[in-house]
């Protein structure tokens, strides 16, 4: 409501919508809070803002306004808060609660899993409450993480086992030699045979221990590092070099060829030692008379390197199997060897991303080692890392259990030609 | 003298040592903190006439190669109190130069290239056999001929580094790149004993050591060609240690 009213220098009222001037208005034309008991036609009370000031010939002009609605509008404003925001603040308070109780259980589910794992519970997994949320996203990745962990496991106590295995054996014979040696040699030429031939046997323990720590340090993918360009025409000339005399001094015919590829992206002293290793047994396995051929040509996805010989070869059914660690053909078990010499291939061949293909070359066996020129993945080392982090509580667990269990029959390790993985 | 039968090379069985080690009572510093390792490693290096002085920690060893005079280091890496690689790093720091054999149970090839950026010069892995570290030791005392001449000679043979071929009494002998490399290599170290692991390395430069006999297929091609039937053979095996070129006298 709005008033306006001009007195008379008496105080009577001229004209306007107020009878008597506000009590205790002061005609400075300053804005005062006063009290309004009546108006023109009503007596009423109620507070308003109003300014008044006395004309030249004496009279006064008073404007005013009522904010009897503003007040009203701040009691309004006051009941609504308290009536809606204290409950709803009481609420979102209880709702932060419980969601952060319900945060609290399952990171305490959680950590009690991670207990039973760090305890050596390699089977426990991470609670899924199958609510598609943030922390099944999570905990579903790191069960993946834990069932990769768990069958790298089981492929290690397997190896370890093999391990056991194929050095007890030379171990046992050494042994053996000693103890005859010392018991039955007459003369010191018998004793220094006895010990040569158990030197050998020392020998051959140690390259199986050597072709582990090598292939240990191929997969824990440090050799990243030593990533170049490199030129397959010239590292497959040089292997043949390398090997040619050996062939010819096995009466084996050594065919060496190069077609033009591009450069592919690896590790030449590693790419070298795979292909020699493979070289080595391709010599090794054929018999005097036959033929290895040695060639790198460009193939639809990348160089391929391709080794052939006319060997026993190997069967189908056991060319997944020969890349296991230790894996022997029984045919070829008396030849000499770490049995490891593909395990090291295939280590290099994953640290590269490439594919390694067993096939047969009727007869003979032919391994095709595929490169690619950039690598497909990258993802490779930082699984390896999280790996090497999470290796010194397995490896504790190992050394706890390796004594008591025994996981009799294993399945090995799972690799088909083509898919190394 | 008898024949290898994988190689035909001449066998020596003879005791070579005093023949093939000119530079014994050279004084050795070993740093090994295993009684057994240093045991053995001390007898067999004071059988051929070194003089050996052995330590057995870090900081003994670091004090004893500062004080005493000696013409070659032999240290484990893995030494209680402190690592091999901080005491080759503090000897050269303080400009001591001799000659450093790092001998350790960590092969792996980043150790080993730290081991010889920190200042070694030579690395042998635990386990070894004593012949390989007796080898190496000899190629530290006695850097390789380093000459600029064009052509090396030693007894009736000589070989051409620039065309690449080996000449004996006025019968040229063609040579492949590897012969080549593998005859230098010899000719350059006469009457040393170089083991197969050291030719993988240095000729070859390989880190990694082939499961068959390649190093004594390629030394076989090269003697047969340098040593004609009625020559006198100058490639010899050396039975259970490697090989050497004989300088005849």
């Known amino acids: 409501m709005i008033f306006a009213a001009l007195f008379a220098p008496d105080g009577s009222p001229i004209a306007g919508n107020l009878r008597h001037i506000p009590a205790g208005l002061v005609a400075d034309g300053e804005v005062h809070s006063v009290s309004l008991t009546s108006t023109a036609k009503h007596s009423i009370n109620q507070p308003i803002l109003a300014a008044a000031r006395r004309l030249t010939d004496g009279k006064m002009l008073v404007f005013g306004r009522g904010i009897r609605v503003l007040t009203s509008l ?3 404003v006051e009941h609504a808060l308290m009536l809606g925001a204290i409950p709803a603040i009481g609420l979102v308070m209880a709702a932060g609660l419980w969601l952060s109780r319900q945060a609290q259980w399952r990171i305490k589910a959680v950590n ?58 030379p171990l046992a014979r050494v042994r053996a030699l000693l103890e005859r040696g010392r018991d ?8 220094i045979a006895v010990t040569d031939r158990a030197i050998v046997g020392l020998d051959q323990a140690q390259s199986i221990i050597t072709a582990l720590l090598r292939i240990g340090e191929i997969e824990s993918g ?151 020129a950039t690598p497909r993945s990258e993802i490779e080392p930082v699984r390896i890392r999280t790996l090497k982090r999470l ?30 993985d | 003298m008898n024949f290898d039968g994988n190689t035909n090379t001449p066998v020596v069985n003879e005791d070579i040592s005093e023949h093939l080690f000119p530079t014994s009572r050279a004084r050795i510093l070993l740093i090994e903190d295993d009684p057994e390792i240093a045991e053995e490693v001390t007898n067999e290096l004071v059988d051929r006439a070194y003089v050996v002085e052995h330590v057995a920690t870090g900081p ?20 209680p109190g402190c690592d091999g690689f901080s005491i080759i790093q503090d000897l050269r720091r303080d400009g001591i130069q001799m000659p450093v054999l790092v001998v350790s149970a960590l092969g792996a090839v980043n150790d080993r290239v730290r081991g010889l950026k920190v200042g070694g010069d030579d690395y042998v892995t635990k386990p070894f056999a004593l012949p390989e570290l007796v080898a190496r030791v000899e190629a530290l005392l006695r850097r390789p001929l380093d000459t600029r001449a064009t052509t090396l000679r030693v007894g009736p043979l000589e070989l051409d580094l620039i065309e690449r071929v080996a000449k004996r009494e006025g019968r040229t002998i063609e040579l492949s790149k590897s012969e080549f490399k593998l005859l230098e290599y010899f000719m350059r170290r006469p009457d040393r004993v170089v083991t197969r692991d050291m030719l993988l390395e240095d000729v070859w430069h390989y880190r990694f050591l082939p499961q068959t006999n390649l190093v004594d297929v390629h030394i076989g091609r090269l003697r047969r060609k340098i040593d004609g039937p009625n020559e006198e053979p100058l490639l010899l095996s050396v039975r259970g240690m490697g090989f050497y070129f004989r300088e005849p006298n």
């Open chain 1, 222 to 372: 440090q050799r990243r590092s030593g990533f170049g360009d490199v030129d397959l025409i010239e590292m497959v000339q040089e292997a043949g070099e390398l090997y040619g005399p050996m062939a010819e001094a096995k009466q084996i015919r050594f065919a060496v060829q190069s077609d033009p590829t591009p450069l592919v992206h690896g590790d030449r002293d590693l790419l070298i030692e795979a292909i020699a290793n493979l070289l080595d047994n391709a010599i090794k396995f054929t018999p005097s008379g036959g033929a290895v051929s040695f060639e790198v040509m460009g193939g639809a996805e990348g160089p391929v390197i391709r080794i052939s010989d006319t060997g026993p070869g190997i069967p189908p059914e056991e060319r997944a199997a020969v890349m296991r660690r230790f894996y022997r053909i029984d045919k070829s078990r008396h030849i000499h060897g770490s049995g490891l010499g593909l395990s090291i291939v295939l280590a290099i061949i994953k640290l590269h991303d490439f594919d390694i293909i067993v096939g047969d070359a009727q007869p003979g066996c032919s391994f095709e080692l595929r490169c690619y």
């Open chain 1, 184 to 191: 039955k040699a007459k003369t010191k030429e018998d004793l």
């Open chain 1, 112 to 169: 009690q899993s991670i207990e039973r794992i760090m305890e050596g519970d390699v089977h426990e997994r991470l609670p899924v409450e199958h609510i598609a949320d943030d922390f099944d996203h999570l905990a579903n990745g790191v069960n993946r993480m834990l069932a990769e962990i768990e069958s790298l496991l089981a492929e290690v106590q397997g190896v370890g086992d093999n391990i056991a295995h194929d050095l007890r054996t």
């Open chain 2, 60 to 79: 003994q060893g670091g004090e004893e190669a500062r004080r005493g005079r000696y013409d070659l280091l032999i240290i484990d890496l893995l030494l």
């Open chain 1, 74 to 76: 701040e009691n309004i």
């Open chain 1, 391 to 420: 290796m010194p509580p397995i490896t504790r667990w190992i050394r706890h259990r390796g004594d008591e269990t025994d996981l009799g029959e294993r399945k090995g390790r799972p690799v088909t030609p083509g898919q190394a």
